[in-house]
C-alpha cells in the first residue's frame, strides 16, 4: 500500500473481521446475519469472495469475470483459510496497480484508492453484520470508528445512495464513533 494511513486502518479492519469470524461456528451458519436476508454464511461467503473481487478489479479483469464470482462458493473447509488467501491477493494487487486508475465496479468507475477505502468499511461493517448474527459485540477499535467516521463518511453516505447500506439513522450526541458509523450506515448499534 502507497499509503501508511490507509494501510494502517485496512490492518484494523482485518483484524476486526478476523476476529468476527473466528466467532463462527457451525452452530451459527444457518443462523440470519445483520444483512437482511441473508444467513451467516451467506455473508461470510460475500466477504471473502470480495477480496477475490477486488484484486480482479485491480488487476483489470472482465467485468463479467468479476461479477461471475459472486454465484461461487468461497468458504471451503477453512473459511479463515479461505479469507487470508482472497485477503494476500488483493493487498498484493493493491501493492502493485496503479491505484489512480479507475476500476469498473459494478457501482460505477472508481478509482483503485476508492476501492480499498470500500473494502475498510467492508470489513468493518460486515463484522458488525455477522458479530449481530453470532450473538457477540462487535470488536471494532474505536480508534478505526473514529477514522472512518471522520474519513469515510461521506463514502457510506454515497455508497447508501447506489443502495450499498441502508438509508442513514439520526444519532445522539451520546454515542461513541463506533455507534455513529453503524447510523451512518443505515445498522443499530
Same mark, same amino acid.
Given at each position: 500500500?502507497?499509503?501508511?494511513?490507509?494501510?494502517?486502518?485496512?490492518?484494523?479492519?482485518e483484524r476486526c473481521?478476523?476476529?468476527?469470524?473466528?466467532?463462527f461456528?457451525?452452530?451459527a451458519?444457518?443462523?440470519p446475519?445483520?444483512?437482511?436476508?441473508w444467513?451467516?454464511r451467506?455473508?461470510?461467503n460475500?466477504l471473502?469472495g470480495?477480496?477475490?473481487?477486488y484484486?480482479?478489479?485491480?488487476?483489470?479483469?472482465?467485468?463479467?469475470?468479476?461479477e461471475?464470482t459472486?454465484?461461487?462458493?468461497h468458504?471451503?473447509?477453512? +473459511?479463515?483459510?479461505?479469507?487470508?488467501?482472497?485477503?494476500?491477493?488483493?493487498?498484493?494487487?493493491a501493492?502493485?496497480?496503479d491505484?489512480?486508475?479507475?476500476?469498473?465496479h459494478r457501482?460505477?468507475?472508481?478509482?483503485?484508492?476508492?476501492?480499498v477505502r470500500m473494502?475498510i468499511?467492508?470489513l468493518?461493517?460486515?463484522?458488525?453484520?455477522?458479530?449481530t448474527g453470532?450473538?457477540?459485540a462487535? +470488536?471494532?477499535?474505536?480508534?478505526l470508528?473514529e477514522?472512518?467516521?471522520?474519513?469515510?463518511?461521506?463514502?457510506i453516505?454515497?455508497?447508501g445512495a447506489?443502495?450499498?447500506?441502508? +438509508?442513514?439513522?439520526?444519532?445522539?450526541?451520546?454515542?461513541t464513533a463506533?455507534e455513529?458509523?453503524?447510523?451512518l450506515?443505515?445498522?443499530? +448499534?
Amino acid at each position: 500500500m502507497p499509503d501508511p494511513v490507509i494501510d494502517a486502518q485496512l490492518d484494523c479492519a482485518e483484524r476486526c473481521w478476523v476476529t468476527a469470524l473466528g466467532r463462527f461456528g457451525a452452530e451459527a451458519v444457518d443462523r440470519p446475519s445483520g444483512c437482511a436476508g441473508w444467513t451467516n454464511r451467506d455473508l461470510v461467503n460475500h466477504l471473502v469472495g470480495g477480496g477475490l473481487r477486488y484484486a480482479m478489479l485491480l488487476r483489470q479483469e472482465d467485468p463479467a469475470a468479476v461479477e461471475a464470482t459472486r454465484a461461487e462458493d468461497h468458504l471451503g473447509e477453512d +473459511p479463515l483459510a479461505a479469507f487470508w488467501e482472497r485477503e494476500r491477493d488483493f493487498r498484493a494487487s493493491a501493492g502493485e496497480c496503479d491505484l489512480d486508475r479507475d476500476v469498473a465496479h459494478r457501482i460505477g468507475p472508481i478509482s483503485g484508492h476508492q476501492l480499498v477505502r470500500m473494502r475498510i468499511l467492508e470489513l468493518t461493517l460486515h463484522a458488525a453484520d455477522l458479530s449481530t448474527g453470532t450473538g457477540h459485540a462487535w +470488536p471494532v477499535e474505536e480508534s478505526l470508528a473514529e477514522w472512518i467516521e471522520s474519513q469515510l463518511g461521506d463514502l457510506i453516505v454515497s455508497l447508501g445512495a447506489t443502495g450499498g447500506y441502508a +438509508p442513514p439513522r439520526k444519532a445522539s450526541a451520546s454515542v461513541t464513533a463506533a455507534e455513529r458509523v453503524l447510523l451512518l450506515s443505515g445498522r443499530t +448499534p
